[in-house]
């Protein structure tokens, strides 16, 4: 790493993520380190314009069903409601985002008391490829969550987790378990692991000198010039 931009461990690198980056700075570093397809869909929001999530990725898959407990299966995990989702939740580790696809966007992933489990666990956020419901629940909690939406209608008869701290692919995006994945209002981007120092480093050195470009452009230097001297725009 450059001198003088380091980090101990991930608290040390979400608090500086927090304090001084943006998700739309830390893909620009990653589209010139080549990594150009890291975005989810726009579709996918927080469900408040401020909420933010930064963690570790544990990726979750989720399955279309068509009945909360089939009297004729051959799958035993079909009998259980919800699935593993229950043993899903209980993973969470501090600094961790549940991170879920794999089903139809026809019903709710996340919920209240799913926040509720997942914040005392410690857990940074959730982002599903779906809907979320439960959602003054939610903003009462203050738990970053990014979906399609908000819409009642529960998985129960519709969905089952059927594995999770697997990799997964959530719009076309491949999520290994560990992956940083930052979020905010602009969008959701997932930085592998192979690559986080560098691309951290890189938003880090390119968030501060930003600031001596915007003092310029505020002292009436010209775009022009601005990009001649510091390369940043």
Known sequence: MNKGITWENDQELFKIAKEELFVALVGDVLDKMGYLHQFLSPNIKPLRKDMVTIGRAMPVLEA????????????????????????ALDSLKENEVYICSGASPRYALWGGLMS??????????????????????????????????????????????????????????????????????????????????????????????????????????????AFEKFGIM
């Open 116 to 225: 509720t489990r997942a914040l005392k666990l410690k857990a940074a956020g959730a982002i599903v490829d779906g809907y979320s419901r439960d959602t003054n629940e939610i903003e009462k909690l203050n738990f970053p969550t990014f979906s399609l939406g908000t819409y009642a209608q529960d998985q129960g008869p519709r969905g089952k987790v059927i594995d999770y701290r697997v990799p997964i692919e959530f719009n076309g995006v491949r999520i290994n378990p560990g992956d940083i994945v930052y979020g905010d209002r602009d969008g959701v981007l997932i930085i592998p692991q192979e690559i986080e120092k560098e691309a951290f480093t890189g938003a880090i050195e390119k968030a501060r000198g930003e600031k001596l470009v915007q003092k310029a452009l505020e002292e009436g230097m010209s775009t022009v010039d």
């Open 64 to 87: 279309d069903t068509f009945e909360e407990s089939p009297k004729q299966t051959n799958n035993p995990l079909m009998k259980k409601p919800f699935g593993i989702m229950f043993e």
